[in-house]
């Protein structure tokens, strides 16, 4: 396949390459979130390794090419929050997590991360865990999911679900990829399982505390399509990948307090159902687009026009779990997100209707730009 493929990695004839000696220098590779819910990188050379994000520049991109800048101001400043090992290129090597900033001094419009870890620095009494399921869709060179046929399609959905077999799944060696990748860098990835529709899959993030979940989320994604290149395959992110009777894409959110988990939690968790039920509309609006294909009522979701919760009911907008219904306390998982969801918008949300915004007087510009 990769004899004669023009869009596989040669990752064989890479390998050569790879082991040459880099004389001391590490190769950063800074990663962000462009205009289109999507991850772009470039790499700079630095002199020596690093130990903490405080040693690393500040760097920029033309934000015009991204969706990010008009071209007459396309400067966008990226900093660093975060720092990974390299699964890919090893050694001392690293993955830089940035924020995007604009040139006078304020977070991008497509900086989500800035605001919710705000919110959840300012409510971090309430020790808010969360914990996402991360569906997506494999598809091949014509766009269509992995392993089905083309221009048509395989059997319907039972026996695809953490499958095994032939026919059943499709596309392991990239998942099991992906988790090493993921294990390597120090994502907080807790587990994977084959989806109900075919050529679909699932890997689970957290529990993570606070703004942790939304970098963790956001760097399992950017490694996920980092590996699928080498296998010549495509992610999907879109929440009804395949129109008709197949289960859609979501982004499922596990969500939990100091107060829930605590004997008795049960009462705040029916509390926040409350508030939650009052801002149904303003969470649908970030939580994803093209999601009112999926949320129908029908293939596990609740309808997006109305709100529900219930104890093992997965056809509701938040689920609880038998076993926390049991004991008393624990967490909730809403359903509602889409797979393409913003995991800094869902989980600041969150935050924002379960216990308050932030006071418009703490809302500080940040310094410009130098």
Partial sequence: MAGTSKTVSYTENLMKYMKLDQKGSVLAEYIWIDGSNGVRTKTKTLSAPVKSVDELSEWNFDGSSTGQAPGDNSDVYIRPVAIYPDPFRG???ILVLTETWDPDGTPNKYNYRHEAARLMEANAKHKFWFGLEQ???LLDEYDWPYGWPRGGFPGPQGPYYCGVGTGKVYCRDIVEAHYKACLYAGIMVSGINAEVMPAQWEFQVGPCEGIQLGDHLWMARFLLHRV????GAKISFAPKPVPGPWNGAGLHTNVSTEEMRKPGGMKHIEAAMKKLEARHEDHIAVYGEGNRERLTGEHETGSIDQFSWAVADRGTSIRIPRQCAKDGCGYFEDRRPASNG???QIT???VE??????PDENLKKADPVE
């Fill in 91 to 93: 050694g001392d090597n």
């Fill in 135 to 137: 569906e997506y869709t």
């Fill in 228 to 231: 699928a290149e080498e296998f």
């Fill in 342 to 344: 913003d995991p800094y």
């Fill in 348 to 350: 600041g949300i969150m």
């Fill in 353 to 358: 209707t379960i216990f308050g915004g932030l």
